[in-house]
């Protein structure tokens, strides 16, 4: 076998019973690269394995179960609603958190459709994305908050894979406001192991290597790197792509292995209705010990 592959997950189960997600592996020569998981309230990307086969992303920990490995998401959608007498109405959802939030109710992102192909830079992986908010009064299938574009992007090498994520949202139906918020847009949740409490360490461009408190609010990029397991250490790291005109993306990062890259931290990203945006970012998935000059190569 050579090649990629891309082919759902196959799990037996008991007659009766159902999967809850589904998930579709993506593999080279026979070697587990990604999965594409469908989850109940987001897509995301779990297992996400270095070239080397070591995993290196957790999903649905125990302390965050809204976690999932690496995802996109947002706790700030708020949705402005023509009224009675000519005056707009905001109605406010989350679509980051599991749970009512804040006073948010819980929306999902439904993964409508799949594709994947092969070609001379790697992988290409083609999502359509809508964002709903809960089944509620008036909106029984809950009410349409965003359609997305997703275009993932996977290249492998010797000791680093390259995944290159960009989302294309567009206000479908209505204007919307995005944020402000810490809680937006490309994430990833490192495995237990590489925590910086378990010897873990967290990286950004200014040289920074330690614990989340020094790492710098607007860095250019942020790493988690730590031990994998068989005395072996391997790491992630992101880098979002600058949008013209807009401000820095703001980091929120935690000791306990989350890492958040929000491009509307201070300034809502605001959406008239049928008007879009991109955000587009860049994972790298590596084996071995890295330093702030390894990573800004790998990344670039």
Not at 196 to 211: M, P, R
Not at 233 to 256: C, K, M, N, S, Y
Not at 290 to 295: M, N, Q
Request: hydrophobic share 40%; net charge negative; charged share 20%.
């Amino acid at each position: 076998m050579s090649g990629f592959s891309f082919s759902e997950e196959s799990v037996k189960l008991p007659t009766g019973a159902y999967a809850g997600t589904r998930r579709r592996m993506l593999r080279l020569d026979g070697q587990a690269v990604l999965g594409v998981t469908a989850g109940q309230f987001r897509p995301y990307l779990y297992p996400v394995y270095t070239p080397a086969g070591f995993a290196v992303t957790s999903e649905g920990p125990a302390d965050h179960p809204h976690h999932h490995s690496i995802w996109a998401g947002a706790d700030h959608l708020h949705l402005r609603m023509p009224a009675l007498g000519g005056r707009d109405e905001m109605y406010a959802y989350n679509c980051y958190v599991n749970d009512i939030f804040q006073g948010r109710a819980p929306g999902r992102i439904n993964q409508i459709a799949l594709a994947g192909q092969a070609g001379s830079a790697g992988f290409l992986i083609e999502q359509e994305i809508e964002w709903r908010g809960p089944v509620e009064w008036g909106a029984p299938l809950g009410r349409l908050l965003l359609r997305e574009q997703r275009h993932t992007r996977v290249q492998v090498g010797d000791a680093q894979t390259t995944i290159d994520m960009e989302c294309a949202i567009t206000a479908p139906d209505y204007d919307i406001v995005i944020g402000p918020s810490r809680h937006a847009w490309f994430n990833f949740r490192v495995a237990p192991s590489m925590c910086v409490d378990e010897g873990g360490t967290l990286l950004d461009n200014t040289g920074h290597a330690g614990s989340a408190e020094k790492v710098q609010p607007h860095a250019e990029w942020v790493a988690g790197c730590g031990p994998v397991g068989g005395g072996k250490t391997a790491g992630i790291a992101l880098a979002p792509r600058q949008i013209p005109g807009a401000e820095p993306w703001w980091w929120f990062v935690g000791d306990f292995g989350v890492v958040t890259a929000s491009p509307c931290r201070d300034d809502a990203i605001a959406l008239t209705c049928g008007h879009s945006t991109r955000l587009a970012a860049r994972f790298v998935i590596f084996d071995g010990v890295a330093d702030a000059a390894r990573i800004a190569g790998m990344l670039e």
